[in-house]
């Protein structure tokens, strides 16, 4: 069992920057990939970042290539998400997930993670 918790997120002018964390519980946190998705009203829950279990890949999409940086830290079990050049268009709740996995490949699809976070509100204004 991995319980997740998300902090750090917040209001924001458009053009600025907000960090996030998720910290997890237990003792096997490298055995998971890790991914950020977000979800905005009325829209469907989307894929933000992933990393692998070691931290040596990530796979973003592509709204956010180039302004948001995922990195983990498996001593710390935390992972982060750092946010730049934020749009009106990134304002969501975002969350972070992990998923079980045996392979060292990044995990994209939601329904392949197996723990959530309960999400944290990131509001970037224009």
């Known amino acids: 069992q991995v319980q997740l918790v998300e902090s750090g997120g917040g209001l924001v002018q458009a053009g600025g920057s907000l960090r996030l964390s998720c910290a997890a519980s237990?003792?096997?946190?490298?055995?998971?990939?890790m991914g950020w998705f977000r979800q905005a009203p009325g829209q469907e829950r989307e894929f933000v970042v992933g990393?692998?279990?070691?931290?040596?890949?990530?796979k973003y999409a592509d709204s956010v290539k180039g302004r948001f940086i995922m990195s983990r830290d498996n001593a710390k079990n935390t992972v982060d998400l750092q946010m730049n050049s934020l749009k009106p268009e990134d304002t969501a709740v975002y969350y972070c997930?992990?998923?079980?996995?045996?392979?060292?490949?990044?995990?994209?699809?939601?329904?392949?993670?197996?723990?959530w976070g309960q999400g944290t509100q990131v509001t970037v204004s224009s």
């Open positions: 997930a992990a998923a079980f996995t045996s392979s060292g490949s990044v995990v994209v699809r939601g329904d392949s993670y197996d723990y």
């Open positions: 237990g003792r096997t946190f490298s055995s998971y990939a």
């Open positions: 990393i692998n279990w070691s931290g040596g890949s990530t």
